[in-house]
């Protein structure tokens, strides 16, 4: 496998309504349906769409979800061989209520995301033979994040760390262990301690990380772009102008289509611009999974801009 995932499996179940619910109220909802998700699941698709060999490590629970994610993840062309079935818990599932104003709130139950450990970091080695990425997200327990940084690290893979959802207790032992970390503006704030709010900012965030000891940093800061900050270089990389429908997963897409860029052997500028171009396409359609682009719509799309 060229990319290797170890992250998150989920069912969102996603009923819209005419508003939030108060305590202790029912209401009447205008529909329900179930997407896959999970953000390790969202950048293993992202990369297998864009046609290179993706594998992805993690598990889903012994029930009716789990069975239809998994079918979802390799008929999207991912190996899903190091996904464990846990029969002792549920799949993952983020519960999403969605208003008519786009107002939501969100309860996330681990389920079997949360059982991952040291027993899942010993899957690694057996397909760590030809690959060149590991991408790694926190919506698993980090000690599995750190124990599976470690063993990418030490077989020479280049290590991308999604520090997401945001979080400000990253053990220290985990930065030296990744050669490339991509927050966004909130999530960079968390990590530094103090607000990233323009390019000035993200540059002393940057600095900040690479003092902890990450080799490159690649901020993501909206509608400003992202800015690329290496030990040798820096370096600004535009949105492309797109109409947003749905800026659901736009993050992991940016992951993935980074991490197929450098498994494809593009430099870091070029894959940068790729990742971008990802992203800029996963938010003009709806949904998480369904809204990842293929090889030949990141191809048309790159060739008209």
Not at 24 to 45: C, D, M, R, W, Y
Not at 95 to 116: F, Q, R, Y
Not at 217 to 228: E, N, P, S, Y
Not at 261 to 270: E, F, H, I, S, T
Request: charge should be negative; charged fraction near 15%.
């Amino acid at each position: 496998m060229s990319v290797i995932v170890f992250g998150s499996i989920n069912m969102d179940l996603v009923a819209r309504t005419p508003r939030i619910p108060v305590p202790g109220e029912t209401l009447i909802g205008h529909s329900f349906e179930t997407v896959p998700g999970g953000k390790g699941a969202n950048q293993a698709v992202a990369v297998a769409r864009l046609e290179i060999p993706t594998a992805l490590i993690g598990r889903v629970g012994g029930d009716a979800f789990g069975e239809t994610l998994l079918n979802g993840l390799v008929s999207s062309g991912v190996d899903c061989q190091g996904v464990l079935i846990d029969r002792t818990t549920h799949s993952g599932v983020a519960i999403i209520t969605v208003d008519d104003a786009s107002e939501n709130n969100i309860v996330i139950v681990p389920g079997a995301n949360g059982h991952v450990d040291a027993t899942d970091v010993d899957r690694l080695p057996a397909i760590l033979s030809g690959a060149k990425v590991l991408l790694l997200q926190l919506e698993v327990p980090l000690p599995a994040v750190v124990a599976a940084a470690k063993v990418a690290k030490q077989a020479g893979l280049t290590v991308i760390l999604d520090p997401a959802p945001a979080r400000s207790d990253l053990p220290d032992q985990l930065y030296p262990l990744v050669d490339i970390i991509t927050p966004n503006q909130v999530e960079t704030s968390q990590l530094v301690g103090f607000e990233v709010s323009d390019l000035t900012t993200a540059q002393q965030a940057a600095q900040t990380l690479h003092q902890r000891g990450v080799g490159t940093v690649i901020t993501k800061l909206g509608k400003a772009g992202a800015l690329c900050m290496t030990a040798t270089e820096t370096f600004e990389i535009p949105v492309f102008p797109v109409k947003a429908v749905d800026t659901v997963a736009a993050g992991d897409a940016f992951n993935g289509g980074l991490a197929a860029g450098l498994a494809a052997g593009l430099d870091l500028r070029p894959a940068t611009r790729q990742a971008a171009a990802v992203a800029a396409l996963s938010v003009t359609k709806a949904g998480a999974q369904p809204s990842l682009p293929t090889r030949s719509e990141l191809d048309d799309f790159l060739r008209s801009v």
